[in-house]
């Protein structure tokens, strides 16, 4: 193992931290931040939400979430 593996080894863990952090204190960090930041987080997060037809806004139901990021790689991230 090199000097530069060892780093780039303990700044994925470092991230790792920060991401699992963030992730287990979500509603009080989101609840930090300002509607501004809110929606640009949300706009860096979700690429795209579909829902079903519906003849008012408040009918409307979540069909799916398409994410910029893999789901799976998250979950990976907060168990390990």
Do not use: A, G, H, M
């Given at each position: 193992?090199?000097?530069?593996?060892?780093?780039?080894?303990?700044?994925n863990l470092n991230i790792a931290l920060v991401v699992k952090n963030i992730l287990n204190n979500f509603e009080?960090?989101?609840?930090q931040l300002d509607d501004t930041?809110?929606?640009?987080?949300?706009?860096?997060?979700?690429?795209?939400?579909?829902?079903?037809?519906?003849k008012n806004a408040k009918g409307r139901k979540i069909k799916k979430i398409?994410?910029?990021f893999n789901v799976?790689?998250?979950?990976?991230?907060?168990t390990a």
């Open positions: 193992s090199s000097l530069e593996d060892d780093i780039n080894y303990k700044t009080s960090f989101f609840n930041q809110k929606k640009e987080l949300l706009r860096t997060l979700i690429k795209e939400i579909q829902v079903y037809p519906s398409e994410y910029y799976n790689d998250l979950t990976n991230l907060v």
